[in-house]
């Protein structure tokens, strides 16, 4: 990863933030889920190289919960602090503040991603990038919601909902620094992603389309499925991680 202001001094640098400190307690593992053993290393690692795989990028850092040594021995660009919080909003919290403290500025851009989305592309990582540069708030990767979405009273359906302006939202999530703290700070422990605090303010983030390969792992079958589609993905000769094949030169 390199500094993408060593050419301007004024330009605004990319950071990625990896909230890692959750429990995975509905996953069914032993331990945290993003540390749990997926096509011969942990989870989290397949979720880090893509990343790694971004030059634009100037450093990544991991929040994990505190006392947490698992990843102490990676090299940079990572860095790790052990600064996790009771919730994912609190972690990014602190994530925030650690990124402040080694040096990034609030006009930089944090890109926040979930660790348990390991099927994530760099090429994905970089059309959010690109979609977002020049937005005045920044946006998140989402995907269309293709099912159709029901409300649920005492078990039964109370009601169906139209889907044509559903999206699911994904990570990375791609704000400001100084714009995502002060919405952070206003909104509290609460919000299950970043676009909702930056929503909370008055804000309207980008949607930018994602994939749906691009899921979180979340329950024990979705092992089984990120497995499987992490080989195809490593035999399939594709320009990228879950980038569709491109056609041969003649």
Request: aromatic content about 6%.
């Amino acid at each position: 990863m390199t500094d993408i202001s060593q050419n301007s001094p004024q330009a605004a640098r990319l950071w990625a933030l990896i909230p890692c400190a959750g429990s995975g307690s509905r996953a069914g593992s032993a331990g945290p889920k993003q540390y749990e053993l997926l096509a011969g290393q942990p989870l989290v690692l397949h979720t880090l190289a893509a990343f790694a795989a971004v030059p634009r990028l100037h450093r990544l850092a991991v929040i994990v919960a505190p006392g947490d040594r698992r990843l102490d021995h990676l090299p940079a660009p990572y860095l790790i602090a052990d600064c996790g919080g009771a919730s994912r909003a609190q972690s990014v919290l602190n994530g925030l503040n650690f990124l402040s403290r080694q040096g990034a500025a609030k006009q930089d851009w944090v890109l926040v991603h979930d660790a348990a989305r390991c099927l994530v592309a760099p090429w994905q990582i970089n059309a959010l990038i690109d979609a977002c540069l020049g937005d005045p708030v920044g946006g998140l990767l989402a995907h269309p919601l293709a099912d159709t979405l029901k409300t649920e009273q005492q078990g039964r359906v109370a009601a169906t909902l139209a889907r044509h302006d559903k999206w699911l939202a994904q990570t990375p999530q791609m704000f400001r620094i100084g714009m995502l703290l002060q919405a952070l700070q206003a909104v509290g422990g609460q919000v299950t992603d970043e676009s909702s605090a930056m929503e909370a303010m008055g804000w309207q983030p980008l949607l930018v389309a994602g994939s749906a390969c691009n899921f979180k792992v979340t329950y024990p079958e979705d092992f089984a499925l990120a497995q499987a589609l992490l080989s195809i993905q490593v035999g399939s000769g594709a320009g990228g991680r879950g980038e569709p094949a491109k056609e041969k030169a003649a």
